[in-house]
Nanobody, 125 residues
Framework: LFVEAGGGLVQHGGSLRVSCEAR????????IGWFRQAPGQAREGVSC????????HYADSVKGRFTISRENAANTVFLQMNGLKPEDTAIYFC????????????????????WGVGTQVTVSS
């Protein structure tokens, strides 16, 4: 189970850092992915980090603006979001995968589990 936090309302061009705390397991035992879902749209994989932290990948839509990181002592994964755009408005979720191969160029793919309830990010124009 993940508990996401840090969402909010921000202006176009602003920044937010959302967090994802793992409960019941350690984040460095899994590949962790960030996802988002806007109203009426399919869920989109945004970013992921492998178990060792050696690899991170991003969707083309956020590459160069978002940065995923992990703090093992806090058992938490972060997503720093800069240069936010109205199209980034969505509920942001994190989830875990057993295999590093599920973190690919372009972001998280295939089966992820242990979904949290998400945190709302709203970017005003």
């Amino acid at each position: 189970l993940f508990v996401e936090a840090g969402g909010g309302l921000v202006q176009h061009g602003g920044s937010l850092r959302v967090s994802c705390e793992a409960r019941g397991f350690t984040v460095d035992s899994y590949t962790i992915g960030w996802f988002r879902q806007a109203p009426g749209q399919a869920r989109e994989g945004v970013s992921c980090i492998t178990k060792s932290g050696a690899e991170t990948h991003y969707a083309d839509s956020v590459k160069g603006r978002f940065t995923i990181s992990r703090e093992n002592a806090a058992n938490t994964v972060f997503l720093q979001m800069n240069g936010l755009k109205p199209e980034d408005t969505a509920i942001y979720f994190c989830a875990a995968a057993h295999f590093d191969a599920y973190c690919l160029e372009g972001g998280p793919r295939y089966e992820y589990t242990s979904w949290g309830v998400g945190t709302q990010v709203t970017v005003s124009s």
